[in-house]
């Protein structure tokens, strides 16, 4: 088992920054994948960014391309999501997602371990 805490969501404005993390517990963390995903209200959830278990290949959809950075940091158990010049189409619930599997994450958006989600509100 694998337990995901996301944090660091908020209110921002506009063209602003936020850094959500994502805290990992449980099964060696090293050996995951990691996805960020969102859900709009009203919106299926959607694909963000993902990383390797190494941190050395990274993965993102074209909204966010050049705005939003995933990291990851296995000595700490966490992955990070660097958002800036935010806009408020970003509001969302953001989810972290853990799976051995990066095909999982990339091509099937699903994933063994899901956090509980942090809100990110933009207001314009």
């Known amino acids: 088992q694998v337990q995901l805490v996301e944090s660091g969501g908020g209110l921002v404005q506009a063209g602003g920054s936020l850094r959500l993390s994502c805290a990992a517990s449980?099964?060696?963390?090293?050996?995951?994948?990691v996805g960020w995903f969102r859900q709009a209200p009203g919106k299926e959830r959607e694909f963000v960014a993902a990383?390797?278990?190494?941190?050395?290949?990274?993965y993102y959809a074209d909204s966010v391309k050049g705005r939003f950075t995933i990291s990851r940091d296995n000595a700490k158990n966490t992955v990070y999501l660097q958002m800036n010049s935010l806009k408020p189409e970003d509001t969302a619930v953001y989810y972290c997602?853990?799976?051995?599997?990066?095909?999982?994450?990339?091509?099937?958006?699903?994933?063994?371990?899901w956090g509980q989600g942090t809100q990110v509100t933009v207001s314009s």
């Open positions: 449980g099964r060696t963390f090293s050996n995951y994948a």
């Open positions: 997602a853990a799976d051995p599997r990066l095909h999982s994450i990339l091509v099937a958006h699903s994933a063994d371990y």
């Open positions: 990383i390797i278990w190494s941190g050395a290949t990274t």
